[in-house]
Nanobody
Framework: QVQLVESGGGSVQSGDSLRLSCAASGRTLSSYAVGWFRQAPGKERELVGTISWSGGSTYYADSVKGRFTTSRDNAKNTVYLQMNSLRPEDTAVYYC??????????????????WGQGTQVTVSS
């Protein structure tokens, strides 16, 4: 079983950048696609982006396309989410999750079998 731990969240100003890390333990993360989700108070969990097991395929929600980039270092068992040009509407708890397979197909929470505990990102104007 894979355990995931996110880090790198914090409070920043609009326009700033943050890099989130998702570190895995227990089993190698290299066989799994990984997704990043976020959930703001009173809102549903939203898929932000995904990355395939090799890093060769990525997906981004329209709301973050061009500003967020996900990458992975399988040797370090870690996946990253680089967030640039942050906006107040990016404020949420961010979660990483491992998919059941090497690529993400349906892009729904049910496709993901392990989750981190989340890290808070707060962007003020």
């Amino acid at each position: 079983q894979v355990q995931l731990v996110e880090s790198g969240g914090g409070s920043v100003q609009s326009g700033d950048s943050l890099r989130l890390s998702c570190a895995a333990s227990g089993r190698t993360l290299s066989s799994y696609a990984v997704g990043w989700f976020r959930q703001a108070p009173g809102k549903e969990r939203e898929l932000v982006g995904t990355i395939s097991w090799s890093g060769g395929s990525t997906y981004y929600a329209d709301s973050v396309k061009g500003r967020f980039t996900t990458s992975r270092d399988n040797a370090k068992n870690t996946v990253y989410l680089q967030m640039n040009s942050l906006r107040p509407e990016d404020t949420a708890v961010y979660y990483c999750a491992c998919a059941a397979g090497r690529v993400v197909i349906r892009r729904t929470p049910s496709e993901f079998v392990c989750w981190g505990q989340g890290t808070q990102v707060t962007v003020s104007s």
